[in-house]
């Protein structure tokens, strides 16, 4: 029965979003619980693609994803895929009118970290258009459950709050990203030299990222809003830890929240949300 593949399928990609993220899955968990097998599957989706790229390194990378790039595009076209993180994910691009565009962009944005290890300016701001920005527009397209005009409405928050989460994770994986895979995504970096005043300028170009995303999560609806809100509080909270360290530590250790502390920063939030101040 295909209802039964369909099962497994979304049980995948909840299998993969809660062994890779323990954040977004417990703010998967505060979303309305209709919202939590699309937002697993898109989760699962973009995971496996970035899995891709970042960690088969003993397999040929560019053939890996040209065959996931086609597997995608064949299941939103026969709305199944054998893969069942595929499966799932071609679900949601039909059920919320996902725009295939959308896809396209993601997928491009893993192909450039296929072959591209320093970022100009633009090619910067194309990545974090492809890896984050329009992944916060597929989970919107669920969140506003096909009301086009709150999706338009809400749309540069979201893209703000994807750019937000991805800048953050680039200061986080700053010594993996530099040391192992050879990256370095922000432009005009000099590695060697990373500086105290290079990295305040991140920072404040971050928090612009978080400031303008924060008045678009107050807007979603409350079926929504409040894992959206405990989502950016962890990512904040982590931002803000980030900023407490020196450049010499970021390039020397991964910076981390504990679960604890997490657990800490979902009571407040749902402290805020139970009394409407958010």
Same mark, same amino acid.
């Given at each position: 029965?295909?209802?039964?593949?369909?099962?497994?399928?979304?049980?995948?990609?909840?299998?993969?979003?809660?062994?890779?993220?323990?954040?977004?899955?417990?703010?998967?968990?505060?979303?309305?619980?209709?919202?939590?097998?699309?937002?697993?599957?898109?989760?699962?989706?973009?995971?496996?693609?970035?899995?891709?790229?970042?960690?088969?390194?003993?397999?040929?990378?560019?053939?890996?994803?040209?065959?996931?790039?086609?597997?995608?595009?064949?299941?939103?076209?026969?709305?199944?895929?054998?893969?069942?993180?595929?499966?799932?994910?071609?679900?949601?691009?039909?059920?919320?009118?996902?725009?295939?565009?959308?896809?396209? =962009?993601?997928?491009? /944005?893993?192909?450039?970290? &296929?072959? @591209?290890?320093?970022?100009?300016? %633009? !090619?910067?701001?194309?990545?974090?258009?492809?890896?984050?920005?329009?992944?916060?527009?597929?989970?919107?397209?669920?969140?506003?459950?096909?009301?086009?005009?709150?999706?338009?409405?809400?749309?540069?928050?979201?893209?703000?709050?994807?750019?937000?989460?991805?800048?953050?994770?680039?200061?986080?994986?700053?010594?993996?990203?530099?040391?192992?895979?050879?990256?370095?995504?922000?432009?005009?970096?000099?590695?060697?030299?990373?500086?105290?005043?290079?990295?305040?300028?991140?920072?404040?170009?971050?928090?612009?990222?978080?400031?303008?995303?924060?008045?678009?999560?107050?807007?979603?609806?409350?079926?929504?809003?409040?894992?959206?809100?405990?989502?950016?509080?962890?990512?904040?909270?982590?931002?803000?830890? =980030?900023?407490?360290? /020196?450049?010499?530590?970021? &390039?020397? @250790?991964?910076?981390?929240?504990? %679960? !604890?502390?997490?657990?800490?920063?979902?009571?407040?939030?749902?402290?805020?949300?139970?009394?409407?101040?958010?």
């Amino acid at each position: 029965m295909k209802a039964l593949f369909d099962r497994i399928s979304i049980a995948s990609s909840t299998i993969v979003t809660k062994t890779y993220s323990t954040s977004f899955s417990l703010g998967i968990k505060c979303l309305n619980k209709k919202f939590h097998n699309a937002i697993y599957s898109i989760y699962g989706f973009v995971r496996l693609a970035d899995e891709i790229v970042d960690s088969f390194h003993d397999f040929n990378k560019h053939d890996l994803l040209e065959e996931f790039k086609a597997g995608t595009y064949q299941s939103i076209e026969k709305k199944i895929s054998l893969n069942p993180i595929l499966n799932s994910f071609q679900h949601v691009v039909h059920d919320y009118a996902i725009e295939q565009d959308l896809v396209t =962009i993601f997928l491009a /944005s893993m192909e450039m970290d &296929l072959c @591209q290890t320093v970022h100009s300016t %633009n !090619s910067y701001q194309s990545y974090i258009l492809g890896s984050a920005e329009v992944v916060g527009l597929m989970c919107l397209r669920v969140f506003t459950e096909n009301n086009d005009a709150l999706y338009q409405q809400l749309k540069p928050a979201a893209m703000k709050l994807g750019s937000a989460f991805q800048k953050v994770n680039f200061l986080r994986d700053l010594k993996d990203d530099y040391y192992i895979l050879g990256r370095v995504y922000f432009p005009q970096i000099d590695m060697s030299v990373f500086s105290e005043k290079e990295k305040k300028e991140i920072e404040q170009d971050i928090e612009r990222d978080f400031e303008e995303a924060l008045t678009g999560i107050k807007l979603l609806p409350r079926s929504s809003r409040f894992g959206v809100y405990v989502a950016y509080i962890y990512y904040k909270s982590l931002f803000n830890k =980030i900023k407490s360290v /020196s450049p010499v530590k970021i &390039l020397s @250790q991964r910076i981390r929240i504990a %679960n !604890s502390h997490k657990l800490g920063l979902l009571a407040g939030s749902y402290v805020k949300h139970s009394f409407r101040m958010i």
